[in-house]
């Protein structure tokens, strides 16, 4: 068999795959096998999600609700947030992405204090989350250092 057949074989194959996995997509959504609401998984037939009370936040000076036990990150995400800061060096824009408190791409500033990673820290009634400017800033310390 010539590598053109196979390669036009592979390829009909990974059309044909990616057909059924849509399909059976369509067909869990037509069953209503989850529900999606404000950007956030109400049921799901695998997960429980434990929320706890609706609770409001600010985000850069504006209200934003979320739940108790909810990680920052997934609350401003639910509230159509994707960019949570930008890169120290060249400003382009950051967001989730480790979502496990290992990469730096959601550090922001909670309450006053620089750096926070909101993929792993939980929402609180009344907080305080502003995008973060470059390395951070803390009062009274001036800018973080480069070395740091």
């Known amino acids: 068999m010539s590598t053109k057949?196979?390669?036009?074989?592979?390829?009909?194959?990974?059309?044909?795959?990616?057909?059924?996995?849509?399909?059976?997509?369509?067909?869990?959504?037509?069953q209503n096998l989850w529900q999606v609401s404000n950007l956030r998984i109400e049921e799901h037939p695998v997960l429980n999600f434990e929320r706890g009370e609706r609770i409001s936040f600010f985000y850069n000076d504006r209200e934003v609700e979320?739940?108790?036990?909810?990680?920052?990150?997934a609350a401003l995400h639910a509230a159509g947030v994707?960019?949570?800061?930008e890169s120290p060096e060249l400003h382009r824009p950051r967001g989730l992405f480790c979502a496990i408190g290992n990469c730096s791409s959601c550090f922001m500033v909670v309450d006053g204090e620089p750096n926070t990673r909101v993929c792993v820290m939980k929402v609180k009634p009344g907080m305080r989350v502003e995008e973060q400017k470059g390395r951070g800033e803390v009062k009274g310390l001036g800018k973080v250092r480069k070395n740091i």
């Open 5 to 30: 057949i196979l390669l036009i074989l592979l390829c009909y194959c990974y059309d044909w795959l990616n057909m059924l996995s849509l399909w059976r997509l369509m067909s869990a959504k037509k």
């Open 82 to 85: 994707r960019k949570l800061g």
């Open 66 to 73: 979320g739940y108790l036990n909810e990680t920052i990150a």
